[in-house]
């Protein structure tokens, strides 16, 4: 999706939360000094911090990379931009290298983006909640639990307040998905949201079973 970030218009992916930062270089190469994305990456500074960001995000199975290179293809209007997709944080110092001024406004940029994900998170778990509690038996503390599990692969205390936009994103439409769901009378006992449940979190974190 495109978010604006003063006159620019940033590439951002819903699924991890990552920027385009080739997308921002570019709009700023346009009507500016040229800048180069190699002499941010290969810088000193920016090695050490790819390297620190890299192990605080060595979590789980499959953890990702501070960026990576997506190269452009050729195409008979000519060659496409390579896409370099930044973590945020990255993203926030790559910002600054091009412009201080852009470091400000990047920050606000991605703490607000958390901030209404959160809000939005604890309101569809009340939307959730509202619609469970229809269901004989239901159990806030499982449901919440089983949430967690899916989104995080794992469940503890306050959780939520580590989670990234991505994350947050995902939790707030398998909550409104499930709500909707329960209205609409697809699913009718809690047994059964139980289930869809687990074959939420089969499908993401073993498809060779749900399969």
Do not use: C
Request: no cysteine.
């Amino acid at each position: 999706m495109h978010r604006e970030i003063k006159d620019f218009k940033i590439l951002q992916r819903t699924k991890d939360g990552f920027f385009d930062a080739n997308e921002l270089l570019s709009q700023w190469n346009s009507k500016n000094t040229r800048r180069r994305m190699d002499d941010f990456l290969k810088s000193k500074t920016t090695t050490s911090f790819i390297s620190a960001l890299n192990e605080d995000l060595a979590i789980g199975e499959n953890p990702p990379l501070a960026y990576h290179v997506k190269k452009g293809r050729n195409t008979r209007k000519g060659k496409t931009k390579d896409e370099v997709w930044m973590h945020p944080y990255l993203f926030i110092d790559f910002a600054m290298w091009i412009n201080p001024r852009f470091k400000l406004e990047v920050i606000k940029f991605v703490h607000d983006q958390l901030i209404k994900q959160r809000h939005h998170a604890g309101d569809n778990y009340k939307v959730l909640s509202r619609a469970g509690v229809r269901l004989k038996g239901y159990n806030f503390a499982e449901v919440a639990k089983a949430l967690q599990w899916i989104v995080f692969n794992k469940t503890e205390k306050e959780i939520r307040q580590k989670a990234t936009v991505a994350q947050l994103e995902e939790l707030n439409t398998i909550q409104s998905n499930l709500a909707f769901a329960i209205d609409l009378g697809h699913i009718k006992t809690y047994p059964q949201l139980l289930q869809n449940l687990r074959e939420i979190w089969e499908r993401k974190h073993n498809p060779q079973i749900s399969a």
